[in-house]
Every structure is written in C-alpha cells, then in structure tokens.
T-cell receptor, first 115, second 115 residues
C-alpha cells in the first residue's frame, strides 16, 4: 500500500544545474507535505514543507511545488551543490481530529551531484 | 540549533529480551513520535504521543510495544520479548505545535540488532 510514491530510486545531476525530485500520492486526505534529506548514519533532516492550501513554497535554493489535482509534488534545488548529495524523502500527513499524525514516507530518491 | 538526541546509537539484544530505546526531544516540543526503518525499506510510523498519552498508533505498534515519558525530558520506546524482525533503525521525532502543521524533527536513530 504505497500511499506516497517516489518512483526514481536515484537521480544524477551535474553541479550547478537544477535537481528535480518527484513524489506522487494517492490519499486525498493528505494535507501537509514535507521533504526530508538524509545522510548515511543520520536521521532525516527537515528541508521544506507545504500545506495543501498552497501550490508553491520557497526557501533559498529549495522550492516545493504541489499539484493537488494530479496528487503530485516536486522539490526543485537550484543550483545543485555537492553537499546536496543525499537521499531525499517525500512525506505526507493527514489531519485527523487534531491528533498528532504520523508521517507517511516515500521510499526515497538518492540524489547524486556530479562535479 | 536544538536537536533530538537518541541513545544508544546501536543496541544489540538477544531474541526474547526486552529493550528500551531512549530519546530526548527538543525541549519546547509538545508532540513526540517513534518511527522505524527496516533495512532497505521505508521509514514507517509507529506511534505519536501528546499530553502523556498515545495520540495515534499504526498497525505495527502492537502489544509488544509501549511508550512512556518518565520525566520531563525523556521519551522511551520499550519492546518486550524482541523478535528477529524487530531489527531496524528506530527514529524518534518531535514537533512543537500541531495547529500550524509544524514539521517533525528527527534524531539520528538507534540501530537495533536482534540476535
């Protein structure tokens, strides 16, 4: 039951270019979406999030786009830097009566920035 | 920057034994979570905790598991009678406030190895 899907296990991008990571979801109750970055032997690090009432959120080099009708979101990194090489996880949550909702994660995309 | 800390970083336990994983959430956070990641698989939600009680739990979080906030700083996950399939990375997370959909911040995890 893959409610959050990241169909690209890996992505290779040249330094300085744009990295675009994609994520699809199936649960229409999801209303909050997040991107996390993970290095080996570390926990996921929060990058950027977006609420379902928006279609774009920007923070420095990172921009997240949300297309609710397509149930699709993407993370753009511009320009890509060597330190961006990591596994990127898409995650989503659905507000359910005000409870502390668990996140549903995708399988991750391993981004490799080539010099 | 405040962070979630987890101890130990690696725990090796004999099958059938009890194990307690410890977490110190970020000090002003109100919501606490446990997740696990079996090798090669997704990060999976286990349980959320708010106001000294479980707020939400997944199907994985059965009677073998329990959580506790024994004092004002620690948040623990206890696994009774461990099984081989409990071997995984266990991540603790915390978030400050639910109303504005604040992101969850993760610790670096405890690698649990069941022999």
């Amino acid at each position: 039951d893959q409610q959050v899907k990241q169909n690209s296990p890996s992505l290779s991008v040249q330094e300085g270019r744009i990295s675009i990571l994609n994520c699809d979801y199936t649960n229409s109750m999801f209303d909050y979406f997040l991107w996390y970055k993970k290095y080996p032997a570390e926990g996921p690090t929060f990058l950027i999030s977006i609420s379902s009432i928006k279609d774009k959120n920007e923070d420095g080099r990172f921009t997240v786009f949300l297309n609710k009708s397509a149930k699709h979101l993407s993370l753009h990194i511009v320009p890509s830097q060597p330190g961006d090489s990591a596994v990127y996880f898409c995650a989503a949550s659905a507000r359910s009566g005000g409870g502390a909702d668990g996140l549903t994660f995708g399988k991750g995309t391993h981004l490799i920035i080539q010099p | 920057e405040p962070e979630v800390t987890q101890t130990p970083s690696h725990q090796v336990t004999q099958m059938g034994q009890e194990v307690i994983l410890r977490c110190v959430p970020i000090s002003n956070h109100l919501y606490f979570y446990w997740y696990r990641q079996i090798l090669g698989q997704k990060v999976e939600f286990l349980v959320s905790f708010y106001n000294n009680e479980i707020s939400e739990k997944s199907e994985i979080f059965d009677d073998q598991f329990s959580v506790e906030r024994p004092d004002g700083s620690n948040f623990t996950l206890k696994i009774r009678s461990t099984k081989l399939e409990d071997s995984a990375m266990y991540f603790c997370a915390s978030s400050p406030l639910l109303m504005n959909q604040q992101p969850q911040h993760f610790g670096d995890g405890t690698r649990l190895s069941i022999l």
